[in-house]
């Protein structure tokens, strides 16, 4: 068990529709970062967060939007899904930002758009 | 663009063998490698990591070998048991995103026969 906590753990939507998925860091992380992971694109760096603030941006598409909140626990935005955007989306977190400091996974969000 | 690749999608061995994982990498800004293991069903874990002055480094029944020159990485699993049957992943970090994204390479399939 890596600390950090995500919900729900599986997620069936339809096209078209929105939805919110969790994550809890490990206590005393102050970064949190977003994964996709599908079958054809692999493990995909989304968006990191530090300690309220965005800091990093990857291949995140405009239709997905995350946030951090005080009390650190972020929040990805998935919205207009598309069938392609059924994947694992994983959160990790570390202690601070940038370096050598190692992300410690969650268990992911398995969501399945029909 | 920045890619992080795999030679073997899947290894097949015999427990008690030593397993060969080769990752190979473009990105000459690479400073920072990373192993990670993916059980089915759970997020990647951190196995091991090399920073770019390093040519080598020893775990426990792991080693993760560097060569710069032809950007190459791989992690030897000695004495391979069933337990180490999962997805590996080789991922790198680079000094011009700041050491923020981990790029993953699409990960090997470790087949572990008892």
């Known amino acids: 068990d890596s600390g950090v906590t995500q919900t729900p753990k599986h997620l069936i939507t339809a096209t078209g529709q929105r939805v919110t998925l969790r994550c809890s860091p490990r206590s005393g992380d102050l970064s949190v970062y977003w994964y996709q992971q599908s079958l054809d694109q692999g493990l995909q760096f989304l968006i990191q967060y530090y300690n309220g603030e965005e800091r990093a941006k990857g291949n995140i598409l405009e239709r997905f939007s995350a946030q951090q909140f005080p009390d650190l626990h972020s929040e990805l935005n998935l919205s207009s899904l598309e069938l392609g955007d059924s994947a694992l989306y994983f959160c990790?977190?570390?202690?601070?930002?940038?370096?050598?400091?190692?992300?410690?996974f969650g268990p992911g969000t398995r969501l399945t758009v029909l | 663009g920045e890619s992080v690749g795999l030679h073997l999608p899947t290894l097949s061995v015999q427990e008690g063998d030593n397993s060969i994982i080769n990752c190979a990498y473009s990105?000459?800004?690479?400073?920072?490698f990373i192993w990670y293991k993916q059980e089915s069903g759970k997020g990647p874990q951190f196995i091991i990591d090399i920073r770019s002055n390093m040519d080598k480094r020893q775990g426990q029944r792991v080693t993760v070998l560097l060569n710069k020159t032809v950007k190459h990485l791989s992690l030897q699993i000695a004495a391979t048991q069933p337990g180490d049957s999962a997805v590996y992943f080789c991922a790198e970090k680079s000094r011009n995103t700041g050491f923020q994204k981990l790029v993953f390479g699409t990960g090997t399939r470790l087949l572990v026969s008892p």
């Open positions: 990790a977190s570390s202690p601070n930002w940038g370096g050598n400091n190692e992300q410690f």
């Open positions: 990105n000459s800004a690479s400073d920072y």
